[in-house]
Nanobody, 129 residues
């Protein structure tokens, strides 16, 4: 299993960025997926999840209305479209595949950390204040 994120960088407040996650080594199209971020000195924070088919999406309150999660099952790529970014979005962003035995449901916190099979190394997003 390999997950490799890209697309991070420095972006000014109010700007946009698109993160990508290239997946390989597992049947991507049957896995629900998430984006999880970790800011310096803080624990992991769930950002968004999408079901295997791409038709159901969930977002944390902190990004709802600004970020959009999508996926391309033909190319095995997960995306996070970040709009109107804020300094508090500064973090290392990881994609992660959700254990197939876990039911993806709407919740305030997203899947538990132990419900992920694998995380990628992450891509850094910095929004200067």
């Amino acid at each position: 299993v390999q997950l490799v994120e890209s697309g991070g960088g420095m972006v000014q407040s109010g700007g946009s960025l698109r993160l990508s996650c290239a997946a390989s080594g597992f049947p991507f199209s049957v896995y629900d997926m998430s984006w999880v971020r970790q800011a310096p000195g803080k624990g992991p924070e769930w950002v968004s999840s999408i079901n295997a088919g791409g038709g159901t999406t969930y977002y944390s309150d902190s990004v709802k209305g600004r970020f959009i999660i999508t996926r391309d099952n033909a190319e095995n790529i997960l995306y996070l479209h970040m709009n109107n970014v804020k300094p508090e979005d500064t973090a290392l962003y990881h994609c992660a595949n959700i254990d197939p035995g876990v039911e993806l449901i709407e919740s305030q916190w997203g899947p538990r950390l132990d419900e992920y099979e694998r995380w990628g190394p992450g891509t850094q997003v910095t929004v200067p204040s």
